[in-house]
T-cell receptor, first 115, second 113 residues
Framework: GAVVSQHPSWVICKSGTSVKIECRSLDFQATTMFWYRQFPKQSLMLMATSNEGSKATYEQGVEKDKFLINHASLTLSTLTVTSAHPEDSSFYIC???????????FGNGTRLTVT | DQQVKQNSPSLSVQEGRISILNCDYT??????FLWYKKYPAEGPTFLISISSIKDKNEDGRFTVFLNKSAKHLSLHIVPSQPGDSAVYFC????????????FGGGTRLMVKP
């Protein structure tokens, strides 16, 4: 069964609104979770590392004020796309792992469409 | 600079034959490698992994080979089945940099019945 749950699986929003995506680790605690973005026919690009109890670490080129990450508990990280624009339309995927040298497990992704 | 590369964007194989997917990396600090399978509009699913202290890991129809000197790994699927048709991503991790994965560009495998 799924070990990482992501919600919602798809969302359509109007330009200028904000969208929150949740990522939950099931049956294990994750001090670190990762948010990826995938453009059509491209690879997964790491956006940021979500750290429980502290600030997220953003990859170069990712606007931290636009993509707000909150890791409020050991099983939940949220990504909020603020003031969304059509160019933010993409497939967002979160991941989490249990221990070192164990695979990261991925949520099922969220398809965001901004109109 | 892409640290993990999958040079073949697509691969077509007949059912029952072997599928070989290749991956090259440049960062010598990577010490853990994984293969993921992905269907459209879904998250990647973990397939198989290998630690840098090994050169082979096998799990059923899936075998991963690692050539550290060449900084190359490959995934063998035998026999290939139509249900294996998906995009396969190679990923690598530097354990000194935490749990973060660096992905290759993916290879779309099509297994023809």
């Amino acid at each position: 069964g799924a070990v990482v749950s992501q919600h919602p699986s798809w969302v359509i929003c109007k330009s200028g609104t904000s969208v929150k995506i949740e990522c939950r680790s099931l049956d294990f605690q994750a001090t670190t979770m990762f948010w990826y973005r995938q453009f059509p026919k491209q690879s997964l690009m790491l956006m940021a590392t979500s750290n429980e109890g502290s600030k997220a670490t953003y990859e170069q080129g990712v606007e931290k004020d636009k993509f707000l990450i909150n890791h409020a508990s050991l099983t939940l990280s949220t990504l909020t796309v603020t003031s969304a624009h059509p160019e933010d339309s993409s497939f967002y995927i979160c991941s989490a792992g249990q221990i070192h040298n164990s695979p990261l497990h991925f949520g099922n992704g969220t398809r965001l469409t901004v109109t | 600079d892409q640290q993990v590369k999958q040079n073949s964007p697509s691969l077509s194989v007949q059912e029952g034959r072997i599928s070989i997917l290749n991956c090259d990396y440049t960062n010598s600090m990577f010490d853990y490698f994984l293969w993921y399978k992905k269907y459209p509009a879904e998250g990647p699913t973990f397939l198989i992994s290998i630690s840098s202290i090994k050169d082979k890991n096998e799990d059923g129809r899936f075998t991963v080979f690692l050539n550290k000197s060449a900084k190359h790994l490959s995934l063998h699927i035998v026999p290939s089945q139509p249900g294996d048709s998906a995009v396969y991503f190679c990923a690598a991790r530097d354990n000194n940099a935490g749990n973060m994965l660096t992905f290759g560009g993916g290879t779309r495998l099509m297994v023809k019945p």
